[in-house]
């Protein structure tokens, strides 16, 4: 694990009420980010305070932060200025007058996708897709910074025996990866699996929670085989590097009979690598799409898509029963996020670095509070 800080392990409260912030006030790379100092906010009648422990950096923050995104069906436009940071995890710090759930001093981690619970995706069970609430970092302020309000709807109470840094790495990663594997794919014990961007935090947590499904073998691709021991430790079987020209034979040395494989959950997207998870495919496999990162426009075969009888899924977020599940499966020690680096909130730019040059595996978490908590 690394730790990095060029201003000190610690990031004090002035005593004037006033906090460290990351604010993003125009779309550009990462140096765009400004830390600065904020008032303190104080929680409306429906809201808690919470002093932010951990914070992580996701590939999600960085396309808000480049301009990528849009927003989904039903939301308001994405704003500016923002407060990055998806996943946050903390303790509360103060309550609003008609907040019944939380009391100052619980353990929380903040919802990644929050639902209202009361429009017509969420009584169909399907409140990843809510319409009627804002989504933090994106909507409203997220984790990259001392103190968050956020909605007693929009938290979990946390297991009190897991550390914040890992509170926060696993309801956007861990909870977007079990929608994948589970709603989605349907995988079931000993298909065969192909896992791709294996080595961010979706696809490590995509490797763990195949292994606990029971998949074999799980093969995942990554673009550096200097992650190999890494993704082997998170549970892959088989660890090969997607640049080489005979990947998808290599692939298919490993499934029976050298069919391919029964599921592909691809943390990439784009032409090049989705057109060749299709022919790593079995006839009647299935492949679940969450990212973009390599681009957002394909240009398929739709005749190997009718030949093969291939189901093409997409997945978006995570309901709240599944971010409740992966909570209950950390606390039972089922699975165990990978972290490979921490920063100070002040070194948010050399965070964001290490992320977009794919030097890590697993998880980037930053710790608001100085690099001695977690």
């Known amino acids: 694990m690394q730790n990095h800080s060029d201003h000190g392990d610690d990031l004090k409260l002035s005593s004037s009420c006033s906090m460290t912030a990351v604010r993003l006030y125009e779309f550009g790379g990462p140096e765009v980010l400004k830390v600065e100092r904020h008032p303190i906010p104080t929680p409306a009648k429906h809201q808690v305070l919470v002093r932010v422990r951990a914070t992580s950096v996701t590939g999600w923050d960085s396309l808000y932060r480049r301009g990528k995104l849009t927003a989904p069906p039903g939301r308001a436009a994405l704003p500016l200025p923002q407060q990055l940071g998806?996943?946050?995890?903390?303790?509360v710090e103060a309550v609003g007058k008609d907040v019944s759930m939380f009391s100052p001093a619980d353990r929380v981690v903040v919802m990644v996708s929050p639902a209202c619970g009361q429009c017509a995706y969420c009584r169909r069970g399907e409140d990843?897709?809510?319409?009627?609430?804002?989504?933090?970092?994106?909507?409203?302020?997220?984790?990259?910074?001392?103190?968050i309000v956020v909605s007693e709807h929009g938290l979990l109470k946390a297991p009190k025996h897991l550390e914040f840094e890992k509170l926060a790495c696993l309801l956007w990663s861990f909870g977007t990866?079990?929608?994948?594997?589970?709603?989605?794919?349907?995988?079931?014990?000993?298909?065969?699996?192909?896992i791709t961007g294996a080595s961010g935090g979706m696809g490590t947590a995509c490797i763990q929670l195949a292994k606990i499904n029971g998949a074999n073998p799980i093969i995942a691709l990554t673009g550096s085989?200097?992650?190999?021991?890494?993704?082997?430790?998170?549970?892959?079987?088989?660890?090969?590097?997607?640049?080489?020209?005979?990947?998808?034979?290599?692939?298919?040395?490993?499934?029976t009979n050298k069919h391919g494989v029964d599921v592909v959950l691809d943390n990439v997207g784009g032409d090049q690598g989705i057109g060749m998870a299709i022919q790593a495919c079995r006839t009647g496999a299935r492949l679940v799409l969450v990212a973009f990162i390599a681009g957002r426009e394909l240009n398929l075969d739709i005749f190997t898509l009718i030949i093969k009888e291939l189901s093409v899924l997409a997945a978006r977020g995570s309901t709240r029963r599944?971010?409740?599940?992966?909570?209950?499966?950390?606390?039972?020690?089922?699975?165990?996020?990978?972290?490979d680096a921490r920063f100070a909130l002040s070194d948010i730019r050399k965070a964001t670095d290490m992320l977009e040059n794919r030097e890590h595996t697993g998880k980037i978490v930053v710790l608001p509070g100085g690099l001695h908590g977690k």
């Open 86 to 91: 998806r996943e946050a995890a903390g303790e």
């Open 128 to 147: 990843n897709l809510c319409r009627d609430i804002a989504l933090p970092a994106h909507q409203s302020f997220g984790g990259y910074a001392e103190y």
């Open 177 to 194: 990866a079990f929608h994948m594997v589970h709603n989605k794919a349907k995988l079931r014990p000993g298909e065969s699996v192909l």
């Open 225 to 255: 085989m200097d992650k190999a021991d890494g993704l082997r430790s998170n549970g892959a079987d088989v660890v090969l590097n997607y640049r080489d020209p005979d990947v998808v034979e290599q692939i298919r040395e490993h499934t």
């Open 322 to 339: 599944e971010q409740e599940t992966v909570l209950a499966l950390a606390a039972a020690g089922k699975i165990d996020p990978t972290v």
